[in-house]
């Protein structure tokens, strides 16, 4: 046991959140995206990095996972969206990275982006 037990911060995770990955909702949108846009995200983020860098998810990413939210019939929470929005992102940008690149991106990604995200 460390000398200093310092617990993590869990408060980005909502409800929303859960039913989110509890129905594969995350997941789906992120498969949804990149088979649609495959070709055009290779061409512009080659590798990893200039993915990881570069890549925003749009408002329009946001619509598709609503709409798959619905046809799963999760109540799309705004407020709770926002909170969780920062984790949902990280984890829906990783699922991408590792249907475009391999496994390994998925790993690099989430985990580099969510120590950033809990030292904030």
């Known amino acids: 046991m460390p000398d200093y037990f310092v617990p993590m ?3 980005s995770g909502t409800m929303f959140h859960a039913n ?4 594969g909702i995350i997941n789906r949108a992120a ?5 649609i846009k495959r070709e055009v995200l290779l ?3 080659p590798d990893v990095l200039s993915f990881n860098k570069g890549y925003i998810i749009s408002d329009e990413v946001v619509g598709r996972l609503k709409n798959i939210a619905k ?5 799309w929470n705004d407020d709770e969206f926002t909170t ?8 829906f940008k990783a699922l991408m990275a590792r249907d475009l690149f391999d496994s390994s991106a998925f790993l ?3 985990t580099k982006k969510m120590i950033s ?4």
Not at 31 to 35: H, P, R, Y
Not at 84 to 91: E, G, H, K, M, T
């Open 71 to 75: 046809e799963e019939n999760v109540e």
């Open 84 to 91: 969780s929005r920062p984790l949902i992102f990280v984890q």
């Open 31 to 35: 498969i949804s995206e990149v088979d």
């Open 43 to 45: 061409q512009k983020y």
């Open 9 to 11: 911060d869990t408060t």
């Open 117 to 120: 995200f809990w030292k904030d």
């Open 108 to 110: 690099g990604l989430s």
């Open 20 to 23: 989110l990955n509890a129905k």
